[in-house]
Each structure stands twice: as C-alpha cells, then as structure tokens.
C-alpha cells in the first residue's frame, strides 16, 4: 500500500516581478578560460534564470578545438606543477579558499540565478564548495608512500605516490560550484591539472571560480574551463574522453552519460571516477523518532528542490507508524515549503532547472496511481512516494532492489536494528537518524550502477594517484 505527497502551493505574486543579477564585475566571467586567458570562441549560448526564463548572460560556446587546446596547455603546465613542493600546493588551494569566502555573496548570487536554488541553499554551497579547498589544501602535505621491509637485506622496497596527469572534469548542474571543487582540489592537491567542462545550464559558476584561481595564484594551465552549450557537449566530450594526453576522467551525471563516457575513456585505459545516479530509499521503522524522522525527511527530500543526486527518492515506512508520519510530514511540507524566486527570502523551493525535468516529474505523478514508476526511477524532483511495510526483511528488500546504490537513509532507535540495517543496505553511504550526510571528510560515492571510486575524504586524493613501486638492490647488508 502506498501513498503519494505533492507540494501544494500557488506561484507567488512576486515571481511576476522582474529579477536582477547584481554581481561584481569580475566574477561574471562570460568566455571560456584556457592557458591562464580568457577566450572567447566562434559563438555564445544563453544562460536563463531557470524561474523565469529570462537571459541572464551570453557565454562563449567552446567546441572541440578550444577543448583540445585546454587540454594541450593543460599537460604543458603538469610538468612545472607536479614538480612544485606540497607546501606550495597547498599554499595555493588555502588561498582559493580564502576568496571563496571572501566572496561568497556574489558567488551564491550566481548559483542562485543560472541554478535556481534559494539563496540560503546558494550561501550553505559556497560554504561546502569552499571547504573542500580547505580539506585538500590540508591533504596536499598528506600524500605518504611507504617503506616496505624486504625479503632480502640487500635491498629496500619503496612505494611511491605520484599524481595521474591531466584530468577531464564533468560536472553537473545542481552544484555547480561544489562538484568542481570537490574533485578539482582533491587533483591539485595531487599534483595533477584540470580541464573542467560545466553543464551547459551553469557555466557562470565555474568561470567565476577560474577568476578566483588566477587571483589565487594558480599558474596558467592548471585550472581550464571550457564552457558549452548542450549541442556541442557531445564534441566536447569526445576530446576530453579520447585525447592521449589526458590520464584522468571524472565525471558527476547520470549512468547512462556516465556509460557513454567509461566506452569512450577505455581506448586509452584512462582511469575514472564516476558519481552517478542515485535512488536512495528512506526507512522509518516502528522505533523511530517520528519527529526526528520528519524532519529528516524534509531535509532529504526538498534541498534544492529534490534534485540532488543523494535525495531520497522512496520513503518506506513501517506499518504501525506509517499514518501518523505521513500525518506530520504532510503538515510540514504545507508550513515550511515556500515555492518562489531563489533571491527572495522567504523561498524555500525553487523552480526545476529546465522543461524537461519538470516534465519528467508530471509524468511520474500521473503515473503514480498505476505504475508507481518514481518507486523504481530517480525523481529528480520535489515529489515523495510512501509505501507501507510491515518487517525489516520486506523494507530491505525493497530498498536494495535496485541497479544503483548511491545513498539510503533510515531511522531507528533499536541499536541492534540500526548495524544490522546499515550493513545490509547496498549503497556507499548511509544516513542512520539523518537526513544530511554530505562533509568533506568523509567518502561520497556509490556502489552497483552509481559509480566508481569515492570523493573526498583523505581518499579522495587517491582518485588522482598513481602508486609507484621502487626496488633500490645492491645495498651492502
């Protein structure tokens, strides 16, 4: 037995009100950023503000040819920069960091009008998207080798870390700007350089960061930007997943792009990172705080509007408590969801990024009665399935099938409950009595079809390593 939760609100008066982009100068970067200038190419794409359709700016719309000369003065500066000392590495991401912060306010101000986040979410990305600069600038004097004892006394085994080369990054939409730090300072802190691709709906994030990096002191060709529109991401793809001269690749989309890119990359045996799709199940047992477990739910489910990778996209709740849940979560909803422009202050919901995805998510209600199609595909979306159940083998068995394992969240008070549940849950993180999980500290990614690898953390660096094996004979014991 299932039910269904839909925001039930009107479009405020105010979103009828023209909205203004008010950013410093320098930050509204508009063209691409290759070999440390800016560029501009052969034509522009518009980039709208997702609430009301309206231009908000005109940026170059890099091809193939700028693709490959970013990655070209991307592997001319990799062997000045891997050569430069940690220290001095991390000198650098601690100052990129420092202008984030100090320019959070204009950089929150774009996310929010090519991305339609509300302000406040805006603001809380900056943060997160400045701290990854801060944890990898610190893990940049963190990368040890090993000295491992040998079998023979004329002889020492060492094991080197030395970083991968040029990196493709493909970022997505919804955080636009900490999907590049997360993966961009984890490789410079490396050691390695970067070619970043944004999504074609948010390219004034990235270019605004490339800013920030050359006032940093980031040489010229390590941090490229080659922005484009959704007709030439294919061409621009190709470049970043084929050329010789790139090591790397690591991508943040959905797993059939994420498929696309892995064929492309294994001509040439690069290695990848992939964060993909996600469709994270929300358990409510009988135990829980059912408090608690609202407002986790609401912090799982409505952040920017449903569409992050991590939302939970199916809440199953137990049986004796399932009313008074649904009860409570749907007086939440209809307090605390304010659907308006991300700039105004009481917004909480802002609009979906495009059409398309607003389409997506009609077509899963009005599927809902029949199919319940949004139980088996990510959302995307401010939508919320509930299902019913009645044991702890049931839920799990719900939640674990299927193809992709990204994130899942539960809530219990039964200690035992709460290691047999997260150890048996088949996704990369878990969310035990609550609903936000993200931090730099720890690992983010997936299991099954969500991807490859982990972000963040102290093995985040790892991601842009190579280990190196170095036998030093003739030693006289």
């Excluded at 509204?28 to 309206?54: H, K, M």
């Excluded at 690898?453 to 842009?464: A, F, L, Q, T």
Aim: a neutral charge; charged letters at 20%; glycine letters at 8%.
């Amino acid at each position: 037995m299932s039910s269904l939760c839909v925001l039930r609100t009107r479009l405020p008066a105010a979103m009828q009100r023209r909205f203004s982009l008010d950013v410093s100068a320098p930050l509204l970067r508009t063209q691409g950023y290759i070999d440390g200038r800016w560029v501009s190419a052969a034509s522009v794409f518009p980039v709208l503000d997702p609430a009301t359709g309206e231009e908000i700016a005109r940026v170059s719309d890099c091809g193939p040819t700028e693709a490959k000369q970013a990655v070209d003065a991307a592997y001319r500066a990799f062997h000045s920069w891997k050569l430069r000392s940690a220290k001095d590495r991390s000198v650098v991401l601690r100052k990129w960091f420092d202008l984030l912060t100090l320019h959070k306010e204009d950089l929150a101000r774009l996310i929010t009008f090519e991305c339609g986040k509300p302000l406040q979410e805006s603001r809380g990305e900056i943060a997160y998207a400045a701290s990854f600069l801060e944890w990898f600038s610190e893990e940049a004097r963190r990368v040890y080798g090993d000295v491992v004892p040998s079998p023979a006394r004329d002889r020492k085994i060492l094991l080197l870390k030395q970083p991968t080369g040029v990196a493709s990054i493909i970022t997505p939409w919804n955080f636009p700007s900490a999907m590049i730090t997360r993966k961009v300072g984890a490789a410079l802190a490396a050691g390695c350089t970067v070619v970043v691709k944004p999504a074609e709906d948010t390219p004034l994030s990235a270019l605004a960061l490339a800013e920030l990096a050359e006032q940093a002191g980031v040489p010229a060709g390590v941090f490229n930007v080659v922005p484009c529109s959704r007709e030439k991401t294919p061409s621009v793809g190709q470049v970043l997943c084929t050329d010789p001269l790139v090591a790397k690749i690591s991508f943040t989309g959905s797993t059939a792009t994420g498929k696309i890119l892995l064929k492309m990359a294994a001509d040439t045996v690069k290695k990848a990172s992939m964060e993909l799709g996600g469709h994270a199940p929300f358990i409510v047992f009988d135990s829980a705080d059912v408090e608690m477990a609202v407002s986790g739910a609401m912090n799982s489910k409505f952040r920017n509007s449903g569409q992050t990778c991590v939302c939970s996209n199916r809440f199953l709740v137990q049986s004796k408590i399932h009313d008074v849940f649904v009860e409570k979560l749907c007086r939440a909803m209809d307090a605390e969801l304010v659907l308006g422009h991300g700039s105004e202050p009481s917004t909480t919901q802002g609009p979906l990024i495009n059409n398309r995805a607003a389409e997506k998510v009609e077509a899963q209600i009005s599927d809902a009665v029949s199919h319940m199609i949004c139980t088996r595909e990510e959302t995307f979306g401010p939508l919320l399935p509930v299902i019913r159940f009645d044991t702890e083998e049931e839920a799990l068995a719900v939640a674990n099938a299927s193809n992709v394992g990204l994130a899942g969240y539960f809530f219990s008070q039964d200690v035992s409950q709460i290691w047999r549940v997260a150890e048996a849950l088949e996704v990369g993180m878990v969310g035990v009595n609550e609903g936000l999980l993200s931090t730099p500290e720890a690992t983010f990614g997936g299991v099954k079809q969500s991807g490859l690898g982990r972000e963040g953390s102290k093995y985040g660096v790892d991601e842009y390593l190579e280990v190196k094996y170095m036998c030093f004979g003739g030693l006289k014991p």
